[in-house]
């Protein structure tokens, strides 16, 4: 077929021998456009909405497992987990302030008064007493002499292996912590204490198996992962 085109500002006319094609410019395109199938499209939406069902489901079951998150969060226990950061906060705070004393004295504060607090306070090694802490009903006080207890804030220094050193410690309080010592309750003289020692001039968690051959918990080991 002999085919000629004659061509407008706008269109284009292509004339045969048995066929007249209109043709614009909109149609000179270097590919083909096909049309989907009524068949396809409607596979492709059906896929589309599976697909969104699926994250509505994911959505649900996030849901649900978030609720089930929540209600097994247990209120006291955050109050206790933040209380016993706090102590750890001022147990560290007052063991670098026994350290500060010391190098003005030549030597650790003596023990012998349940004011010791006051006393850093007063010597400007510490700008308040720290509020007292009161321990849950089931625990008691980190030591059972008063001589050594302020606010329920307890403190040791004695020349012990031949050195000076001093302790700074306080009962904890929440359940993980007395788990991570396989206990349920703190007491008196065998903790979980948070200490802070003059030896490694940190403080960590200590708990009565710990203690070893040491005479008392406080200046037993670091727990194990803490």
């Not at 500002?9 to 083909?32: A, E, I, M, Y």
């Not at 007063?122 to 001589?147: F, L």
Request: hydrophobic share 40%; proline share 4%.
């Amino acid at each position: 077929m002999i085919a000629t085109v004659q061509a407008t500002s706008d269109k284009q006319h292509v004339t045969g021998n048995r066929k007249k094609v209109h043709v614009t410019r909109h149609n000179l395109l270097p590919f083909t456009i096909k049309a989907m199938p009524a068949g396809s499209l409607r596979r492709e939406a059906s896929r589309q909405g599976f697909t969104l069902i699926e994250l509505l489901v994911v959505i649900a079951v996030v849901g649900v497992l978030a609720g089930a998150v929540v209600a097994a969060v247990n209120p006291a226990e955050q109050f206790a987990r933040a209380h016993d950061a706090n102590r750890k906060t001022k147990i560290d705070q007052l063991g670098k302030a026994i350290v500060a004393r010391s190098i003005i004295l030549g030597s650790y504060m003596p023990y012998g008064s349940s004011n010791w607090l006051t006393t850093l306070q007063a010597t400007g090694e510490i700008k308040a007493v720290p509020a007292e802490i009161t321990p849950r009903p089931d625990n008691v006080v980190c030591w059972s002499s008063v001589s050594l207890v302020q606010n329920n804030f307890c403190y040791y220094t004695i020349v012990y292996n031949g050195q000076p050193q001093a302790w700074v410690w306080t009962n904890v309080e929440s359940d993980s912590l007395l788990n991570k010592c396989g206990v349920t309750v703190s007491t008196a003289n065998a903790g979980p204490y948070y200490v802070y020692d003059t030896i490694n001039n940190k403080t960590c968690l200590k708990c009565a198996s710990d203690k070893g051959s040491e005479t008392w918990v406080f200046s037993g080991a670091c727990h194990a992962g803490e």
